[in-house]
C-alpha cells in the first residue's frame, strides 16, 4: 500500500501519473488507484503497489469495495448546527450524477440514483457574532465518514441539509464569496 498526501488543488490522477514516473524510474512496481479525492479537497490517497489486476492490488481494491477500509474525512459547515458536541447523525439519500456539467453535477433524487449513507459526528461548534452583537453565523466542525462512495457525497449531502461546507463554490455558492475571504480553499480533508 502507498498513501500519499494529495494537497488541494491537485488531481487525483496528477498524483498516480507521478507516482507511476517515480517508481517507473526506479525499476519499482506499477501503482493501481484505490480510492479518489476531489480535486478542492486535501487528505491522503490510497494506491496499491502493483499492477492492475495484480494480487496486490486486487487485495487493496477489495478492502474498499468490501466497505473495509474507512474513509474518515474532517470538514467546517456553515448553517444551523446540528447538535451539540458529541452528537451523532446519519444522512440517507440517493444521488445523481449528470455527466458532462461542470458545477454541481451531483444531486439529491428521490426517484433515480444510487443509494448514499453517511456518518457525522459534532466535532465542535461555532457561533461568531457581529460588531453589533447580533449573531452572523453558526459553524459545525464535524468527522464525517461516507459508508458509500458517490461523487460530491459528503458535499451534497451538507448541503442538502442547508449546511454547505466551508468555501464549497459549487454547493455553497450562496456565501462563497464571503467565506473564500477567510478560508480560501474547500474546507474538507481526508
Not at 33 to 47: A, E, F, H, K, Y
Not at 51 to 60: I, K, L, M, R
Not at 74 to 88: A, E, N, P, Y
Not at 118 to 139: E, I, M, N, P, W
Request: proline share 3%.
Amino acid at each position: 500500500v502507498l498513501a500519499v498526501f494529495k494537497a488541494a488543488g491537485v488531481s487525483t490522477e496528477s498524483i498516480i501519473e507521478r507516482a507511476h514516473d517515480k517508481f517507473a524510474l526506479v525499476g519499482g512496481p506499477d501503482v493501481t488507484p484505490v480510492s479518489r479525492l476531489d480535486v478542492p479537497t486535501s487528505g491522503v490517497l490510497v494506491m496499491a503497489l502493483g499492477s492492475q489486476g495484480s494480487t496486490s492490488a486486487n487485495y487493496v481494491l477489495a478492502q474498499f469495495a468490501g466497505r473495509l477500509a474507512i474513509k474518515c474525512y474532517h470538514c467546517l459547515f456553515s448553517g444551523d448546527v446540528l447538535g451539540s458536541i458529541g452528537s451523532k447523525a446519519v444522512r440517507s439519500a440517493r444521488l445523481s450524477t449528470a455527466l458532462g456539467h461542470d458545477t454541481k453535477p451531483t444531486s439529491v433524487s428521490t426517484v433515480i440514483g444510487q443509494e448514499a449513507f453517511t456518518l457525522l459526528l459534532v466535532k465542535a461548534c461555532y457561533h461568531l457574532t457581529g460588531l453589533d452583537g447580533t449573531q452572523d453565523g453558526s459553524f459545525t466542525f464535524a468527522e464525517v465518514r461516507p459508508l458509500t462512495g458517490r461523487t460530491h457525497q459528503i458535499r451534497v449531502h451538507l448541503a442538502s441539509l442547508g449546511r454547505a461546507l466551508v468555501s464549497d463554490a459549487a454547493y455553497g455558492y450562496q456565501a462563497f464569496a464571503v467565506e473564500s475571504r477567510w478560508c480560501p480553499r474547500l474546507f474538507l480533508h481526508c
